[in-house]
């Protein structure tokens, strides 16, 4: 089984611009979530999505957004970047929300800031 | 408002002894604890876990353990192996939140051979 694969690994933008970010979860995986990890802050809970629907939401100003497509591929999307913004991003999957159990994580994508 | 934290940045530990590392929690509502471990340029990767209703979970040669009333969680590592340099993340979930998983920032450990 694949595990999560998430696109691009590495990216470089500058203050202002925008950044679209992509993950495909596990395969039979609905539920997707996103943190953003940086030094010392450990991972920042972002969003999660289940079947399209966002479920659950962390404390992050409305120019990070998602979405969850049919096939539980998950994009997240931050405007008007920040050098603040520059982060790891990880996205996870796991078979279902509300339950507990382990989050499978990919790779993350290193957003740069300039 | 970190509501899991991890007060040790670092740890160094000498091969073959005993990695502790720790973890402290405010919100008592949580019930389900996990250890994650991440190597650089890699997603982290789940460890172990432990529900609120144990007070201690093992497997191979890590074992959690929980107090509840000092919402304190350890991870030990017996023999500790230079393999287990990485960083350790623990988390917390909430049933009532959708077991949204809360995170630790973080203990770096060391593992000198």
């Known amino acids: 089984k694949a595990g999560v694969t998430q696109t691009p690994r590495y990216l470089i933008k500058t203050r202002g611009q925008q950044v679209t970010l992509s993950c495909s979860p596990i395969s039979g995986h609905r539920s997707v979530s996103w943190y953003q990890q940086t030094p010392g802050q450990g991972l920042q809970f972002l969003f999660e999505y289940f079947s399209e629907t966002q479920r659950n939401k962390g404390n992050f100003p409305g120019r990070f957004s998602g979405r969850q497509f049919s096939n539980s591929r998950s994009e997240m999307n931050v405007s008007t970047l920040e050098l603040g913004d520059s982060a790891l991003y990880l996205c996870?999957?796991?078979?279902?929300?509300?339950?507990?159990?382990?989050?499978?994580f990919g790779e993350g994508s290193r957003l740069t800031v300039l | 408002d970190q509501q899991v934290k991890q007060n040790s940045p670092s740890l160094s530990v000498q091969e073959g002894r005993i990695s502790i590392l720790n973890c402290d929690y405010t919100?008592?509502?949580?019930?389900?604890f996990l250890w994650y471990k991440k190597y650089p340029a890699e997603g982290p990767t789940f460890l172990i876990s432990?529900?609120?209703?144990?007070d201690k979970n093992e497997d191979g040669r890590f074992t959690v353990f929980l107090n509840k009333s000092a919402k304190h969680l350890s991870l030990h590592i017996v023999p500790s192996q230079p393999g287990d340099s990485a960083v350790y993340f623990c988390?917390?979930?909430?049933?009532?939140?959708?077991?949204?998983?809360?995170f630790g920032a973080g203990t770096i450990l060391r593992v000198k051979s």
């Open positions: 919100n008592s509502m949580f019930d389900y």
């Open positions: 996870a999957s796991r078979e279902s929300t509300g339950e507990n159990g382990e989050l499978f």
């Open positions: 988390a917390a979930s909430d049933r009532e939140y959708g077991n949204k998983l809360v």
């Open positions: 432990i529900s609120s209703i144990k």
